[in-house]
């Protein structure tokens, strides 16, 4: 039976990579029922909201969505859309994995790395104020819910994934009390529900150099909101930079996988941007829908497709001369 499956297309290029993402789904066999939903800046300038009530209400009851990228205004305007999306429907663990891809070449080989971030606090809860003139204050939020439901979370993941070690990067030396929170809940869960597996802990700043050092000390990395969110755009930046990574944005209720580079309206509506982060995170959805064959369809597809590495298959971010709708033909062609 079809089950629908929400689609943001998004700003920017979001429309093309979104189109093209659709494209190759349908082709693995999924039996999925897309609807369309708007958000971001395009739709805030259409119709006033830049994530209307009933896209937010959509998602909620069917229980899953595919994101485009959407545009957030930087110093001024509205609030992230993905941030609000992650607070309303409390999608609390982003999932991000990466791994080195054939025929994308980088100065590392074989790296194989899961980052998860906490997606409701810390910073990113957005409590900033004006003391005086001048003076602003941001609040950064740590709970032990929030804490201790993503430590489980992560140690669930680990263990389902046969992976080995679980590293957590903080900075509790300076913030003894928020990350010194965060640490206390990560070693508490470990040792109940997770002994086996290794864990460890390593200072932000230590833990970043060690990564561009040699990524293959590290397995999976559980991070609060703010150090996620920057370690996982270095990590992708590991193995070919953002447009070679997925993610995923999970609750208890539902779940929204996403593309995490931005819209680049500088290339929009030039058939050109890369759509494989988007790809990428459909192969997670798909997985999380338990369509298993179906997303290890089309992960041997984009597979093939990078490593024959034909240049008019190839958009131009990963050394080819094709387009949006040409790299998606392509994984079509390597499925039939």
């Known amino acids: 039976m079809a089950r629908t499956v929400c689609l943001i297309p998004g700003d920017g290029i ?14 693995s066999g999924a039996p999925i029922e897309w609807l369309t939903l708007p958000a971001g800046a395009a739709e805030a300038e259409a119709h006033g909201s830049v994530l209307p009530d ?55 080989e074989d790296v194989e790395l899961v980052v998860i ?11 900033e104020n004006e003391i005086v003139p001048g003076v602003v204050t941001s609040l950064k939020v740590a709970t032990r819910v929030a804490c201790e ?9 680990a263990r389902s994934r046969g992976r080995r070690r679980v590293t957590v990067f903080h900075k509790a030396n300076i913030m003894k009390m928020s990350d010194g929170l965060f640490l206390e809940c990560a070693r508490k869960i470990h040792q109940a529900e997770a002994p086996d597996i290794a864990y460890d802990e390593m200072i932000i700043d230590n833990g970043c150099m060690q990564l561009v050092r040699d990524p293959s000390k590290f397995d999976m990395l559980l991070l609060e ?6 370690v996982s755009d270095l990590c992708a930046g590991l193995v070919g930079g953002l447009g070679v990574v997925p993610g995923s944005n999970i609750g208890d ?8 580079h931005g819209s680049a309206p500088d290339i929009a509506g030039k058939g050109i941007a890369n759509p494989l982060a988007l790809i990428m995170s459909g192969v997670m959805m ?17 597979n093939a497709v990078l490593g024959d590495g034909r240049p008019e298959e190839l ?21 039939t």
């Open 149 to 157: 439901r993503i430590a489980h979370y992560a140690f669930a993941y």
């Open 225 to 230: 909101n703010l150090y996620g969110d920057v």
């Open 117 to 127: 971030r906490e997606n409701t606090e810390g910073l990113y809860s957005g409590i």
């Open 54 to 108: 009933h896209t937010v209400e959509a998602i909620a009851a069917h229980r899953i969505a595919l994101k485009g990228p959407v545009t957030t205004p930087i110093g001024k305007g509205f609030k992230s859309v993905n941030v609000q999306l992650r607070m309303r429907l409390n999608l609390y663990a982003a999932v991000r994995p990466v791994r080195s891809l054939p025929g994308i070449k980088t100065r590392y």
């Open 315 to 335: 958009t131009g971010d990963i050394g080819g001369k094709g387009t949006t709708r040409g790299f998606a033909e392509a994984m079509v062609r390597r499925m």
């Open 253 to 260: 209720d539902c779940a929204v996988f996403e593309a995490v």
């Open 286 to 302: 798909l997985n999380h829908m338990e369509e298993r064959a179906c997303a290890e369809r089309i992960r041997n597809a984009y």
């Open 14 to 27: 979001g429309p093309e990579v979104a189109e093209a993402a659709r494209m190759v789904i349908d082709a």
